[in-house]
């Protein structure tokens, strides 16, 4: 059997076959269905990237809070503390005194 | 670049999704008739069509504008068979034991007669399928677009994305192995 002259015919068999360009019914509808639907999953995904990338700065906005906090402890602000039995006391002086 | 179509990429990419229904009205029928040549099956044609779309709704972003939408778009079709053909790899040992009586007929008439059998009949067509079949998923990608669609190594290489040398080396393998199958051919049939 003459492989060369065997393959030359069937390459030239697959020339002349004619490929369908046949669009089944309705399949725009259903690619353009299958879009939107994964755009809603999308949405939720954008929500998702959105709050990942506010935490970091909500960290650091923590972080810096909580330093500046514990440096400014030296001022001569009283501390919390003395400021609550300042206010009890406020209530309950003016009536000993009224004694 | 068609002014319409331009318009229309630009509308899907600032989120009207509705825009890009005509640009697939326009080009499925090219990308189905690709298609058809890597699957047998209408349902396999179909979802491979589906994924060549779905893919070039997600990948928009990075079409520039250079080329023709069209080439883009052919290109995304044959990367996309090309993994359905390594996806659905079949078995290539079967034997050509399994020729229909047209197929083994036709061969039969082209062992007595080479030059006059006629290739424009549905035995050949089959039997090239057949043998396509049977060839790993490179061969089959480059001898369907080298030998059957006519196109030059360049316009293969834009569309695979492989370098001109890969084009060239997988073309002098997949000859070489369809000589294989068609040798398996002859081996089976007459032996």
């Given at each position: 059997?003459?492989?060369?002259?065997l393959?030359?015919k069937l390459?030239?068999a697959a020339?002349a076959t004619?490929?369908?360009?046949?669009?089944?019914?309705?399949?725009?509808?259903?690619?353009?269905?299958?879009?939107?639907?994964?755009?809603?999953?999308?949405?939720?995904?954008?929500?998702?990237?959105?709050?990942?990338?506010?935490?970091?700065?909500?960290?650091?906005?923590?972080?810096?809070?909580?330093?500046?906090?514990?440096?400014?402890?030296?001022?001569?602000?009283?501390?919390?503390?003395?400021?609550?039995?300042?206010?009890?006391?406020?209530?309950?002086?003016?009536?000993?005194?009224?004694? | 670049?068609?002014?319409?179509?331009?318009?229309?990429?630009?509308?899907?990419?600032?989120?009207?999704?509705?825009?890009?229904?005509?640009?697939?009205?326009?080009?499925?029928?090219?990308?189905?008739?690709?298609?058809?040549?890597?699957?047998?099956?209408?349902?396999?044609?179909?979802?491979?069509?589906?994924?060549?779309?779905?893919?070039?709704?997600?990948?928009?972003?990075?079409?520039?504008?250079?080329?023709?939408?069209?080439?883009?778009?052919?290109?995304?079709?044959?990367?996309?068979?090309?993994?359905?053909?390594?996806?659905?790899?079949?078995?290539?040992?079967?034997?050509?034991?399994?020729l229909t009586e047209p197929e083994s007929d036709w061969l039969e008439k082209f062992?007595?007669?080479?030059?006059?059998v006629p290739e424009n009949v549905d035995a050949a067509r089959s039997l090239v399928t057949r043998v396509?079949?049977?060839?790993?998923?490179?061969?089959?990608?480059?001898?369907?677009?080298?030998?059957?669609?006519?196109?030059?190594?360049?316009?293969?290489?834009?569309?695979?994305?492989?370098?001109?040398?890969?084009?060239?080396?997988?073309?002098?393998?997949?000859?070489?192995?369809?000589?294989?199958?068609?040798?398996?051919i002859?081996?089976?049939?007459?032996?």
């Amino acid at each position: 059997m003459n492989l060369a002259k065997l393959e030359e015919k069937l390459l030239a068999a697959a020339r002349a076959t004619p490929v369908s360009d046949a669009v089944p019914y309705a399949f725009e509808k259903r690619i353009l269905a299958q879009i939107k639907s994964q755009n809603m999953h999308d949405e939720w995904s954008s929500w998702a990237r959105g709050l990942w990338r506010a935490a970091a700065p909500c960290v650091a906005i923590m972080v810096l809070l909580g330093v500046w906090s514990y440096y400014d402890s030296n001022s001569a602000v009283l501390d919390l503390s003395q400021e609550f039995e300042n206010t009890v006391m406020a209530v309950v002086q003016p009536a000993d005194s009224a004694w | 670049m068609d002014h319409t179509e331009g318009e229309l990429i630009q509308a899907v990419l600032r989120g009207d999704s509705a825009s890009f229904e005509p640009l697939v009205e326009k080009y499925s029928p090219r990308v189905f008739s690709a298609a058809r040549r890597y699957a047998r099956r209408e349902s396999e044609v179909e979802d491979i069509v589906q994924e060549v779309w779905l893919k070039a709704f997600q990948k928009l972003g990075s079409f520039r504008g250079e080329a023709p939408f069209e080439h883009w778009l052919m290109r995304l079709t044959v990367r996309t068979c090309y993994d359905f053909l390594r996806a659905h790899k079949r078995n290539r040992e079967s034997s050509f034991s399994e020729l229909t009586e047209p197929e083994s007929d036709w061969l039969e008439k082209f062992v007595h007669q080479p030059e006059t059998v006629p290739e424009n009949v549905d035995a050949a067509r089959s039997l090239v399928t057949r043998v396509l079949e049977q060839l790993s998923p490179s061969a089959r990608l480059i001898i369907t677009l080298l030998e059957i669609e006519d196109r030059s190594v360049k316009e293969i290489s834009k569309l695979t994305g492989w370098s001109i040398p890969l084009v060239k080396v997988r073309a002098f393998r997949a000859r070489a192995e369809m000589r294989k199958v068609l040798a398996q051919i002859a081996k089976d049939k007459y032996l």
